[in-house]
C-alpha cells in the first residue's frame, strides 16, 4: 500500500464548508510515510490562495478525507485508499521546505513559477486508512 500511495499522481480531498455541505478536490500530494503534504501551486485559480474552499473549511472543520484510488478496465486490478484524517497548514519552516522538496522531486512540473517557496502547504495526518481492491 505505501508504495502505491508514494507512486499515485494525484488524490481527491474532501472537505465540509461552514453549512456541512461536501467540498472534493483533486490533489497533488506526496506521501512521506508518515503524512501527506498538498501544497497549493501557481495554477490558475478563480480566487486567491488563501480564499481558496478547502483551505477556509479546513480552518473551519480540520477533518478531512483523502481518497487515492486507481481504476483499470479490468476491475480485478480496482483499489482504492480511502485516509480519514486532520489537515492543517504547515507553519513550520523546516517542515514546509522539505514538503516542497519532496513535492518538486514527484512532479517535474513544480519548477520555482509553479510552486513558489511561500505557496501553503496542508499537512494531513492520518487517523483512519482504509483499503480495498489490488492493494
Known sequence: ????L???RVARL???DAERGAHV???CFVYDGKVFYSA???KPKRVAAGRLARLKNIRKTPQVALLVDHYD???TRLW???VRGVAELVSVSSERKRALKLL???YRQYGPDLLRDDAPVLRITPRRVVAWGDI
Open 1 to 4: 500500500m505505501r508504495a502505491k
Open 80 to 82: 482504492y485508499v480511502l
Open 6 to 8: 508514494k507512486s499515485s
Open 25 to 27: 478536490v483533486p490533489v
Open 40 to 42: 497549493i501551486d501557481g
Open 73 to 75: 478496465e479490468d476491475w
Open 104 to 106: 518538486r522531486a514527484k
Open 14 to 16: 474532501g472537505t465540509v
